[in-house]
T-cell receptor
Framework: LAKTTQPISMDSYEGQEVNITCSHNNIATNDYITWYQQFPSQGPRFIIQGYKTKVTNEVASLFIPADRKSSTLSLPRVSLSDTAVYYCLVGDRGSGNTGKLIFGQGTTLQVKP | KAGVTQTPRYLIKTRGQQVTLSCSPISGHRSVSWYQQTPGQGLQFLFEYFSETQRNKGNFPGRFSGRQFSNSRSEMNVSTLELGDSALYLC???????????FGSGTRLTVV
């Protein structure tokens, strides 16, 4: 599975848009990009997944450039409750994946009032 | 629908003892994975079970083992506990291997 690199921490203020970028230079053709959110003493929670271009759901957007070597998670108008660790994962979602998710160190987002 | 249920939520054990943790996946999910989370090592993959068969295993000693039952419920066992085994143990389930993982809230194990 491709290795990912994210900033260790980020600070933001309530109401701002937050963009977290993840680098995955060795991404393979069959790999998807998935983002998880984790609060203290809880399991990670799926946020969004994409393969290319742009994906949007009710909580976030995911931007993936044409070369797919990086991706950006965009959180619109963050609130204090968005303070959490965000993980970027890259892996094959197809039949070849045996269910082993590789988590990096993640990005700790601190939202301030 | 009910999420992934892990029991117990908290556990304190003494060094040298063994422990069994339980995970009930979302109904219909056949894949169950286990992870260990510590402040120093982060989230690390332990193993995955699919239809009662272990499909993949992480780099953990043989003291860590698991199994899956016909109803997809899974247990993991840690024998001869060490202080370093203190961690949050997370279980995740998926309808099929490789996609759509939902995590439980974990079991916080403290070894004293």
């Amino acid at each position: 599975l491709a290795k990912t690199t994210q900033p260790i921490s980020m600070d933001s203020y309530e109401g701002q848009e937050v963009n977290i970028t993840c680098s995955h230079n060795n991404i393979a053709t069959n790999d998807y990009i998935t983002w998880y959110q984790q609060f203290p003493s809880q399991g990670p929670r799926f946020i969004i997944q994409g393969y290319k271009t742009k994906v949007t759901n009710e909580v976030a957007s995911l931007f993936i450039p044409a070369d797919r070597k990086s991706s950006t998670l965009s959180l619109p108008r963050v609130s204090l409750s968005d303070t959490a660790v965000y993980y970027c994962l890259v892996g094959d979602r197809g039949s070849g994946n045996t269910g082993k998710l590789i988590f990096g160190q993640g990005t700790t987002l601190q939202v301030k009032p | 629908k009910a999420g992934v249920t892990q029991t117990p939520r908290y556990l304190i054990k003494t060094r040298g003892q063994q422990v069994t943790l339980s995970c009930s996946p979302i109904s219909g999910h056949r894949s169950v994975s286990w992870y260990q989370q510590t402040p120093g090592q982060g989230l690390q993959f332990l193993f995955e079970y699919f239809s009662e068969t272990q499909r993949n295993k992480g780099n953990f000693p043989g003291r860590f083992s698991g199994r899956q039952f016909s109803n997809s419920r899974s247990e993991m066992n840690v024998s001869t506990l060490e202080l370093g085994d203190s961690a949050l143990y997370l279980c995740a389930s998926s309808p099929r291997s490789g996609d759509g993982y939902t995590f439980g809230s974990g079991t916080r194990l403290t070894v004293v």
